[in-house]
């Protein structure tokens, strides 16, 4: 059996369809699309060790061990949603802007294809009202250094129902298809997902894409829970981030800690009254 025999045409990702509709120069230009795949990211890495340009990219129909942040599984069932891992080659400014311009590029996508707002979690998931639609994975290769590739991988609820996998998901999920109302087709906004990273990754140093990132933040002015590595919990008030994307918690006693993504877990409690 070919990994096309996996899935039926008429629920496969039509990447002509793709194709035609990418305005991109880098992101999608050389696209390797898979039916069925254990991890986008564990492909993208074989390719970017192999050489693989920037702006390469790997789609699949379903991954069978797709993972989240801190190991978490990433439920991926066939056909349903957009499983994708771009591969950059930054330099370490842009590196440190890829956790700001992954989820604002992957929100532009959904805004551009329907007339949903969805907004980011810090650091990334993207929500519409508290609810996962999608998230973000970021790793990255060094050599001398010097960062040698980096590895996005993005997974996007399109026409997916949590309620079958609810023992499998710890936080509340949504899709496209629910918030709209009928299923969606994956094309569109995997194409505007590839054209508007690569419109967000030339913003990288500007303040125009800060400034989208902030707004699209529904983390800020809010009570949160701060858990380290170490299992260390802080509680205080998101009150800001900097720059390089880092959050910024004012606990109870008026100190001010800053936090990089990937350094902690967070929980947002009530609002203040």
């Not at 400034?211 to 701060?226: A, G, K, Q, Y």
């Amino acid at each position: 059996m070919s990994n096309h025999d996996l899935l039926p045409p008429d629920q496969r990702l039509d990447i002509d369809l793709v194709r035609s509709l990418l305005t991109t120069q880098e992101f999608g230009r050389e696209l390797h699309y898979l039916v069925q795949t254990s991890s986008t990211m564990d492909d993208a890495r074989r390719l970017a060790e192999a050489g693989a340009p920037h702006g390469a990219v790997v789609v699949a129909d379903e991954q069978t061990a797709g993972r989240g942040t801190k190991g978490r599984i990433w439920v991926s069932p066939p056909g349903q949603s957009i499983h994708t891992t771009l591969i950059v080659r930054p330099s370490i400014e842009e590196l440190k802007r890829l956790s700001i311009i992954s989820p604002v590029a992957t929100t532009d996508a959904v805004r551009e294809t329907s007339p949903l707002q969805p907004t980011i979690k810090w650091p990334n998931d993207i929500q519409m009202e508290h609810r996962k639609m999608g998230g973000i994975l970021i790793e990255a290769d060094w050599s001398e250094g010097q960062p040698s590739y980096a590895l996005i991988g993005i997974g996007l609820n399109v026409n997916f129902d949590p309620a079958p996998w609810a023992t499998q998901i710890d936080r509340p999920a949504t899709s496209l298809m629910i918030e709209l109302g009928e299923r969606q087709q994956r094309e569109p906004v995997f194409a505007a997902l590839l054209n508007a990273f690569e419109q967000r990754y030339r913003q990288a140093g500007a303040a125009e894409l800060h400034e989208t990132w902030i707004s699209r933040l529904n983390t800020l002015n809010r009570d949160v829970t701060v858990t380290l590595a170490g299992g260390e919990a802080i509680d205080g008030r998101a009150v800001g981030v900097d720059d390089a994307g880092a959050l910024i918690v004012e606990t109870g006693d008026g100190e001010q800690r800053t936090f990089i993504a990937g350094e902690v877990t967070l929980r947002e409690t009530a609002d203040r009254g």
